[in-house]
């Protein structure tokens, strides 16, 4: 039976991501290659998606790039990008895929986490808890989704309301 701090962070990851997923539907193909902030759209996704699917492992050594990684990156997580050179991105339709992916990795990720996992090492260098891990995940996945609905709605003046909803928990939006 799923504790309530399990039951908490897959509801939280899942509102997330599946906030993530609809701003990411809802960019406008003109827009998918202009900038937020300093880097295009398919970029900040593959970013996104890609920290999110790392930081879902136990550590980053262990990291298996799904082939959309190779995709998005040109090459395996882990190996760097030359000297000042942009990955290519991924294309709209794949970065919904990935965001199904994380999405889907989430519940079978959780669903093997015990008391004891959630409250050890982190796994990745950093003094906090794994637990505290994956609320630094869903935090930076919140991150971006707000950059990304606010590039889409200052570039789409007529866009609608309805776009992007709120979603408290789970994959239910709220109307």
């Not at 990411?24 to 759209?41: D, F, I, M, Y």
């Not at 959780?110 to 990745?124: I, N, P």
Request: include cysteine; proline fraction near 6%; aromatic fraction near 8%.
């Amino acid at each position: 039976m799923p504790t309530l701090i399990h039951q908490m962070l897959r509801g939280q990851y899942e509102a997330a991501l599946s906030m993530f997923k609809d701003a990411l539907a809802s960019c406008p193909a003109e827009h998918w290659e202009k900038k937020v902030a300093n880097h295009p759209v398919g970029v900040v996704a593959l970013h996104t998606l890609l920290w999110t699917d790392v930081y879902l492992g136990r550590n980053a050594r262990e990291f298996v790039s799904h082939e959309l990684v190779l995709e998005g990156r040109g090459l395996p997580f882990g190996q760097p990008l030359p000297e000042g050179q942009l990955p290519p991105g991924l294309k709209q339709s794949r970065a919904i895929e990935y965001a199904d992916y994380c999405l889907a990795k989430v519940g079978g990720v959780l669903a093997q986490e015990s008391e004891a996992d959630l409250a050890g090492a982190s796994g990745f260098g950093e003094t906090a808890s794994r637990a505290e891990m994956h609320i630094y995940n869903i935090r930076h996945i919140q991150h971006h989704t707000g950059a990304l609905a606010a590039h889409i709605r200052r570039l789409t003046p007529d866009f609608p309301e309805e776009g992007m909803g709120w979603i408290s928990s789970g994959t239910v939006r709220i109307e």
